[in-house]
């Protein structure tokens, strides 16, 4: 028997598992965190009482949170004898029949992306040291926070990590917003034939299944990677997050595009998890990043093609320091660098002199050797070679569309 609702704000009352309990919507209505007064499967102590978080769609309840939160979940086509368990144990198989495949394909392709979906990638504490530090870009595989906006304790965020970490009480991520749904694509064998047949001792974390989902033995959870493996710019307000083992969630630093800089916006009593970052100087509030770096940002702005920063909601804006420009920017356009080198797809990131970083744009097992790649995150595969061993270098254009106007009142 639950204890009745407690008279405190944000608590309502939702069904889980046949049972009614207290709960706090999170992540926007993504999910609810929920109370009991005794001690029960999954729950962990909180004070006085106990708690567990849960993914929205699995509950019942009359506040409609899961509209609110504005990200459709995942829907499950209605055929008989089809239900959410049997699309999950299909999901993690990577040797389904084509019949099998056409159902998870199907639940699949209901994970929307729009411009301002938000979007995860967990972190180590190596990683986020690098974030810091390195230019303001993201790529590989990530996630709608929408879908794991319930994985709240370190313990259960683990199933998402890309770049193992030796800690388990606490995890880190990177939240942004999307600018728009074709800088991503889904994990599925079409899109990345050769992933799935990598072995483990060539592989950082968990295998990618080419079902489109994460391996995961009781979550369904839609993973995508940026799209060919390709760096996307951080839009503005990108955080850094942590995750600590009583299920809170805390933004330790923002990005702020038009000054260059990370700023810490954890006060000091989370000092001591941003302590547990590596390599950083204590008491550090800002880290500078390279404004020349953009991942091939720009738009067209009084005549002139010139980076941009992205701001999802609120369009797109000059690189200049200080307040936005009024001038609109028309032809938004992210380009990249694409080549080959021992008739291998990659993806040129930066040079050093006569050499030149690359990434693995479809990576398999065969590319991996040829190409002495190194795997330096979940499905993320990159080397150095010398400049002048490019074949075919190319520029990729992403053209976005313009946002329109704000209503006028």
């Known amino acids: 028997m639950q204890a009745p609702p407690a008279a405190q704000t944000g608590i309502t009352e939702i069904v889980w598992h046949d049972r009614r309990y207290r709960a706090r919507a999170v992540a926007g209505g993504a999910a609810f965190e929920i109370y009991s007064d005794t001690s029960e499967p999954g729950f962990q102590p909180s004070g006085s009482t106990f708690h567990r978080f849960v993914h929205a769609s699995e509950a019942t309840s009359s506040g409609g949170e899961m509209l609110l939160a504005g990200v459709a979940p995942l829907a499950i086509p209605v055929m008989p004898g089809i239900n959410a368990s049997t ?40 990683q986020v040291s690098r974030q810091l530090t390195a230019a303001p870009l993201v790529s590989g595989l990530c996630f709608r926070e929408s879908d794991v906006a319930h994985l709240r304790f370190p313990s259960d965020r683990v199933v998402l ?15 942004w917003r999307a600018i728009g749904p074709d800088d991503y694509t889904s994990t599925e064998l079409v899109h990345f034939p050769g992933l799935v047949g990598i072995p483990g001792r060539e592989r950082r974390g968990s295998m990618v299944l080419g079902t489109g989902f994460l391996p995961s033995g009781t979550h369904l959870i839609a993973e995508f990677a940026t799209a060919g493996l390709a760096d996307l710019p951080l839009t503005a307000r990108a955080e850094i997050l942590a995750y600590t083992p009583d299920g809170a969630e805390i933004a330790l630093f923002q990005y702020q595009p038009q ?88 993806i040129a990131l930066g040079r050093n002199e006569d050499w030149v970083r690359l990434r693995l744009s479809q990576p398999d097992i065969e590319a991996i050797m040829a190409a002495d790649a190194t795997c330096v995150e979940r499905g993320v595969y990159e080397c150095w070679a010398p400049l002048a061993e490019l074949v075919n270098p190319r520029t990729v254009n992403l053209d976005y569309p313009v946002p329109p106007p704000p209503p006028i009142p």
């Open 87 to 126: 699309v999950h144990q299909y999901s993690q198989n990577p040797r389904i029949g084509p019949a099998e495949r056409a159902l998870v394909s199907a639940t699949r392709a209901t994970a929307f992306i729009t411009p301002g979906t938000r979007m995860v990638k967990p972190l180590s504490r190596h």
């Open 161 to 175: 990590s890309g770049d193992p970490d030796d800690v388990r009480d606490l995890a880190f991520a990177l939240r």
């Open 259 to 346: 000054t260059n800089v990370w700023t810490r916006v954890a006060g000091a009593r989370h000092r001591d998890l941003v302590n547990r970052i590596p390599g950083l100087e204590t008491g550090r509030t800002l880290f500078r990043v390279d404004p020349s770096v953009h991942a091939g940002l720009t738009g067209e702005h009084e005549g002139e093609r010139v980076p941009i920063t992205a701001d999802p909601g609120h369009g797109f804006h000059a690189y200049e320091r200080g307040a936005a420009t009024r001038n609109p920017i028309v032809g938004p356009r992210r380009f990249h660098t694409r080549a080959r080198w021992r008739d291998t797809e990659v």
